[in-house]
């Protein structure tokens, strides 16, 4: 099933004068359950194109269809209600609530977004730390566990919903080598486990490494795909 298909899909940014074309008439599929990295240098759109995809910006021209819905024609109250029921983020400095524990951080969303009762949520929840491994440490703020730990709880966030799509942009930048390796081989048993897509924004050659489908995008254009990323063009 295709779950996020763009037709020359457009992003414009007006700063005084001056219009700046930010992703520039871009096609592209990407399949349920994929694992996705959209690469290229600062500036090439990438980062314009996920929060197209997230519904935290509106397109300028062309047509986005996500979980079977064309998020481009979304006033702002959809696109939020949109957001809150089907898609997670994750970030690349984590954006934990720093006064809150790791059980109420991944609770967040359930109360603000979903409003589910508090029996759901606590099996929600407790289900999700034991997945990404935070068993014990429920307890904690953010600042009395490691920078990885922060990202897994970032991740079992992310997943609260049960969102079909997530986010990630440089989820990884702010995270050592080996730590890297570890929530990017979570996310992938996340995935495998719930069927959840995951698209990356990235400059990482481990998540490139790592990605099924690679998009290039360049001065935001969407280059030539390679071998990996012409599966998701149909």
Not at 8 to 31: M, N, P
Not at 172 to 179: G, I, K
Not at 195 to 206: A, E, L, N
Request: proline share 3%; glycine share 8%.
């Amino acid at each position: 099933m295709t779950l996020i298909r763009a037709e020359r899909l457009v992003k414009t940014y007006r700063s005084g004068d001056v219009e700046v074309s930010a992703v520039k008439g871009v096609d592209f599929a990407i399949e349920a359950k994929s694992f996705v990295a959209f690469v290229g240098p600062s500036g090439s759109g990438k980062t314009s194109l996920l929060n197209m995809v997230g519904c935290l910006d509106h397109p300028s021209g062309g047509k986005l269809t996500v979980i079977n819905t064309d998020v481009s024609t979304l006033d702002r109250r959809g696109a939020a209600e949109f957001r809150g029921k089907h898609i997670g983020f994750i970030f690349q400095d984590f954006n934990l609530i720093p006064v809150l524990t790791v059980y109420e951080n991944i609770e967040y969303p359930l109360i603000m977004v979903q409003d589910w009762p508090e029996d759901k949520r606590r099996k929600q929840v407790m289900r999700l730390i034991e997945a990404v491994g935070m068993l014990g440490q429920e307890h904690k703020r953010p600042d009395q566990i490691s920078g990885g730990q922060k990202q897994r709880v970032a991740v079992a966030r992310a997943l609260a919903t049960n969102a079909k799509l997530v986010l990630a942009d440089e989820p990884t930048a702010n995270l050592d080598h080996d730590t890297a390796y570890r929530v990017i081989e979570l996310m992938k048993k996340m995935r495998d486990e719930l069927g959840t897509t995951f698209v990356f924004s990235t400059h990482d050659s481990k998540i490139m490494s790592e990605a099924e489908i690679i998009f290039t995008l360049e001065d935001g254009r969407l280059q030539q795909p390679s071998e990996k990323a012409v599966a998701a063009h149909v």
